[in-house]
């Protein structure tokens, strides 16, 4: 079969089984749209702006487990996709981002539209390439897939000189069936005789953490840590990304750990003398005062990165591989081990985390006659009985989203976590309807996130995504308001925010319908009807309180035991203060 | 410590900016680095020196295996080793100082490779430590300008890092 380079690339889509492609034309990809035109396996969909195509396709990704895949003109359109990378670089997502670049020939003169896409890229993607020959277009576009979604996943760009798209150049094309790099090769199983120790120290625990993380996820051992942890009914705790990977509602998870964990997450974590941190990279935001981490544990890390033990904690049994495969094995050796677990120090350790759990450390104003952002998430998990996918932007919203709706299963919640990129949750929401066509998708988001990516509202109306924007506005960015309130003296700098749109009259401008919510009791009767029109896509733009803020709170420079409660441990909710 | 590493990487376009990129991002620092093909074509050797602890170093030799250029990599610190470094090196010469330099120059087996009427360049090879003597050994006399290319080495015994 004699190819063009812009057959090929959309042959290869094909061959990879690419359903969705997002993007937005323009000058170096004019050839390659025109074999977009001619063909129907591979959908386009058509953001408005190509950060939002990046946004919808790394939230494909993560909402389905198969790589998302973008197509962006050269300059003005690679580097409008540049933060969308980052963003799926940060949280280890699959992603292949297909760039033009100017013709071969001008490369380096500055040309119309030239940017550097492989040089600005570099310190954002897993791995870059510039194609150079059409012939190598095969080759490049299934290494670029295989190195996105293997081992630690991550976007691969590939850039590709308009030239070498021409439709009057054909070459013979074939898919390859394998890859071959002798340079790359991620690890599997996991050293058998770390896993020894691993048991050895697990089994010897007297007051043991499970601190899963996003890697659980991304490595489909949702089931794998199921299952090991149900084997030793230790207490679990989850970073942000790795939420819904152990079931919420279980007794056994005792919430979010890091800046806004739980209390009893937090406190666990720093009286724990054994922990095990499964597909989580120790991240500041877990973290907290380095030095103040943990002081009393040894610590297990299973990681498919070796880059990622020891960067930030020092660990006592590193172990390298699949966590899925590692959990296995893990099992297995626990299950064929002499020692037995120490029921009664785990009781003991139980009633010191049910202690902790007392002190209700979510716990907020629930009389109060403006709406609580909190019982707005609530709502939203009763209305949607807990099933629907949610995606976020950043801010307090997000965190709110985290503590307020328990995810079951993997792969529901949807947020920028390592980046933290306003702007996400629009597009992401509309991937992720996209991937799951009958699921109810909402969208937790602030009034200042949201209008980062609000033209994406014209793409929800294009292909009739009805995803549910639960606006939770505050007028603030509230999560920098919270830190100049607590850090700053109250000294609001530049987080109020003056002349915001009618966000329901804009949304009727797009098409959508548009509901203004001021009042608690309007709430639920909102959230219902909303969720009742299922093909519409609806704006909830929710008034609630200015001031309230995310608790509990690790602020900076502090330990993981120097938590910053709504109020402290004993005091009845009722004396909080407005 | 300072660390000799020896970086066996895909012969690509970009393959240095990866390296260098990685340095600078993560804030290592380079003390030098040399690049050139090997016998195979598709490959290229990168002798890098670097400063760090530890855990610096540990960190350093992951995130460069994590390029996925990098086909093998090891760090000479942890192997017995040949180390070399080429420096050419400019001198201003009187004729009372002529004779002097030249004799230093046989003593650390430097050759005068250019000569004028008021002074040498030399050439020597060996260990960065004994470029770095040479140095301090002549500085009584005025070095015009030196060029030195940065470590290279290889660990002794039969042993290679080329795959296959
Ligand atoms: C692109 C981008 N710019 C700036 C920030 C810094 N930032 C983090 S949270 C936040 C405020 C978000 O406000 P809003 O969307 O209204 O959410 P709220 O905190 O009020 O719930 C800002 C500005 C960011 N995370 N991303
Ligand atoms: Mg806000």
Redesign the interface.
């Known amino acids: 079969m004699e190819l063009s380079g812009g057959q090929i690339v959309v042959q290869c889509l094909k061959d990879e089984g690419v359903e969705l492609l997002f993007g937005y034309p323009g000058g170096a990809v004019l050839h390659l749209y025109d074999a977009i035109f001619q063909q129907d396996d591979v959908q386009h969909i058509l953001v408005r702006h190509e950060q939002a195509a990046t946004h919808a396709a790394d939230a494909y990704a993560r909402a389905t487990g198969k790589p998302g895949v973008v197509l962006v003109t050269s300059g003005p359109g690679a580097t409008n996709a540049v933060t969308g990378i980052a963003t799926a670089y940060m949280d280890s997502i699959p992603l292949v981002v297909i760039s033009g670049q100017v013709p071969s020939a001008v490369i380096g003169s500055d040309a119309f539209q030239e940017v550097d896409m492989v040089g600005i890229t570099r310190p954002c993607v897993k791995h870059n390439f510039l194609v150079k020959n059409v012939a190598d277009i095969a080759e490049t576009m299934k290494k670029a897939f295989h190195v996105a979604t293997t081992g630690r996943p991550g976007p691969v760009v590939v850039d590709i000189p308009k030239d070498i798209t021409d439709p009057n150049v054909k070459v013979p094309y074939v898919y390859p069936e394998t890859v071959n790099m002798r340079s790359y090769e991620p690890p599997r199983e996991g050293d058998q005789r770390q896993v020894q120790k691993a048991v050895d120290l697990l089994l010897s625990a007297k007051r043991p953490m499970i601190y899963s993380g996003g890697g659980v996820v991304l490595g489909e051992a949702s089931d794998e840590l199921r299952a090991f942890s149900r084997q030793l009914g230790y207490p679990v705790t989850s970073t942000l990304m790795g939420l819904g990977a152990f079931p919420a509602t279980d007794s056994q998870f005792i919430g979010m750990l890091g800046m806004h964990g739980t209390y009893e997450s937090n406190m666990g974590m720093h009286e724990s003398d054994v922990i095990i941190a499964i597909g989580a990279r120790f991240d500041d935001r877990v973290t907290g005062k380095l030095t103040e981490f943990c002081p009393y544990a040894k610590i297990i890390h299973i990681d498919i990165d070796p880059a990622s033990i020891a960067k930030t904690v020092k660990v006592d049994v590193p172990i390298v591989g699949e966590v899925g495969i590692v959990l296995k094995q893990l099992s297995a050796e626990i299950n064929a081990s002499s020692s037995r677990i120490d029921t009664e120090a785990l009781a003991a350790w139980w009633d010191q985390i049910k202690e902790w759990q007392s002190v209700n450390c979510l716990e907020y104003d629930r009389e109060s006659a403006l709406i609580k952002p909190q019982y707005a998430v609530e709502q939203l998990y009763k209305v949607t009985a807990g099933n629907a996918f949610i995606t976020s932007d950043v801010g307090q919203h997000q965190m709110y989203a985290a503590q307020f709706y328990p995810f079951d299963e993997p792969r529901r919640w949807i947020n920028s976590g390592g980046l933290g990129t306003m702007g996400f949750g629009l597009p992401a929401a509309i991937g992720v309807k996209l991937a799951h066509p009958d699921a109810d998708v909402a969208c937790i988001t602030g009034e200042a996130s949201i209008q980062m990516c609000i033209q994406e509202l014209s793409t929800a109306q294009q292909y009739q995504t009805p995803v549910k924007i639960i606006n939770l506005n505050n007028r603030y960015m509230g999560m920098v308001r919270q830190w100049q309130e607590f850090s700053y003296q109250g000294r609001y700098s530049h987080s109020y925010l003056e002349a915001l749109p009618d966000f329901v009259k804009l949304a009727e401008a797009y098409g959508h319908v548009g509901m203004r919510i001021e009042k608690p009791e309007d709430v639920t009767p909102a959230l219902e009807e909303a969720f009742a029109m299922k093909d519409r896509t609806v704006f909830l733009d929710i008034i609630t309180d200015q001031k309230e803020n995310v608790y509990p709170m690790i602020e900076a420079g502090k330990g993981h035991h120097d938590m910053r409660l709504r109020v402290a441990p004993g005091t009845p909710i009722d004396r909080e203060l407005a | 410590m300072r660390h000799i590493i020896s970086i066996l990487?895909?012969n690509e376009?970009?393959a240095l900016?990866?390296v260098a990129?990685l340095f600078s991002?993560r804030g290592y620092n380079i003390e030098s680095l040399t690049v050139a093909p090997t016998d195979d074509v598709t490959l290229s050797r990168m002798t890098l020196v670097t400063r760090g602890s530890d855990?610096v170093i540990?960190?350093i030799v992951?995130?460069l295996?994590?390029l996925?250029?990098?086909?093998k990599l090891t760090d000479l610190a942890d192997v017995v080793h040949v180390e070399r470094e080429l420096m050419l090196i400019k001198v201003q010469t009187e004729p009372s100082s002529r004779a002097e330099i030249k004799r230093m120059a046989d003593i650390f087996r430097g050759k005068v490779i250019d000569v004028t009427s008021n002074s040498y360049m030399i050439e020597m090879t060996g260990s960065s430590e004994k470029l770095d003597a040479f140095v301090a050994a002549i500085s009584t006399h005025n070095i015009i300008e030196i060029v030195r290319t940065g470590a290279t080495g290889l660990p002794r015994g039969a042993g290679s890092l080329i795959?296959g």
């Not at chain 2, 996925?68 to 086909?71: E, P, Q």
């Open positions: 990487i895909e376009a970009g900016s990866r990129g991002a855990d540990e960190q992951k995130q295996n994590k996925i250029d990098v086909v795959p």
